[in-house]
T-cell receptor, first 112, second 112 residues
Framework: GENVEQHPSTLSVQEGDSAVIKCTYS??????FPWYKQELGKRPQLIID?????GEKKDQRIAVTLNKTAKHFSLHITETQPEDSAVYFC???????????FGKGNQVVVIP | SAVISQKPSRDICQRGTSLTIQCQVD?????MFWYRQQPGQSLTLIAT?????????ESGFVIDKFPISRPNLTFSTLTVSNMSPEDSSIYLC?????????FGEGSRLTVL
């Protein structure tokens, strides 16, 4: 099955700076990589995802990059704002289907 | 994305009792899953709720402890049986629509 790891566990950034979170996975057959944002007391929300046929995807201030050779993908948040403070989870498919295995999460703190 | 409603949103339960969580989706979905999120932890897949047949459980989860029903394509229940304090968690229903996984608001259970 898939093993997903995230680094760093906690990241503090100054407002306006960029934040980058990296996720590694183990199954080379995986082809779908989402990122979820979870604010305190709320459900995880899908914020961006990427499939293995592309190397990068952007949506306003967030982007995801994928390196299939190295088996890692990263979340990039530019011009961070206080509302970006949350726990971010990466995920990858278990056994190549819609069941997802999640990383342990990264706590991102944006300092005003 | 689908609208996913869970009941109860939270409950306090006594040790040794059982509680059933309901998940209702506003549209028919093929793939439905139950996840657990222990305090401060990541999301762990409990099982896939299969319509018209027995659920498929992940390693470490068994039907006697977490019986699941899926009578149709819009509804599922998860029962947490013979609860202990270690079962205190958020239980999340999730569905796949358009190839993406979305979560319900979760049911926060506290076992005393």
């Amino acid at each position: 099955g898939e093993n997903v790891e995230q680094h760093p566990s906690t990241l503090s950034v100054q407002e306006g700076d960029s934040a980058v979170i990296k996720c590694t996975y183990s199954d080379s057959a995986s082809n779908y990589f989402p990122w979820y944002k979870q604010e305190l007391g709320k459900r995880p929300q899908l914020i961006i995802d990427i499939r293995s046929n592309v190397g990068e995807k952007k949506d306003q201030r967030i982007a995801v990059t994928l390196n299939k050779t190295a088996k890692h993908f990263s979340l990039h948040i530019t011009e961070t704002q206080p509302e970006d403070s949350a726990v971010y989870f990466c995920a990858a498919p278990l056994y190549g289907n819609n069941r997802l295995a999640f990383g342990k999460g990264n706590q991102v703190v944006v300092i005003p | 994305s689908a609208v996913i409603s869970q009941k109860p949103s939270r409950d306090i339960c006594q040790r040794g009792t059982s509680l059933t969580i309901q998940c209702q989706v506003d549209s028919q979905v093929t793939m439905m899953f139950w996840y657990r999120q222990q305090p401060g932890q990541s999301l762990t897949l409990i099982a896939t709720a299969n319509q018209g047949s027995e659920a498929t459980y992940e390693s470490g989860f068994v039907i006697d402890k977490f019986p699941i029903s899926r009578p149709n394509l819009t509804f599922s229940t998860l029962t947490v049986s013979n609860m202990s304090p270690e079962d205190s968690s958020i239980y999340l229903c999730s569905v796949v629509t358009s190839g993406e996984l979305f979560f319900g608001e979760g049911s926060r259970l506290t076992v005393l």
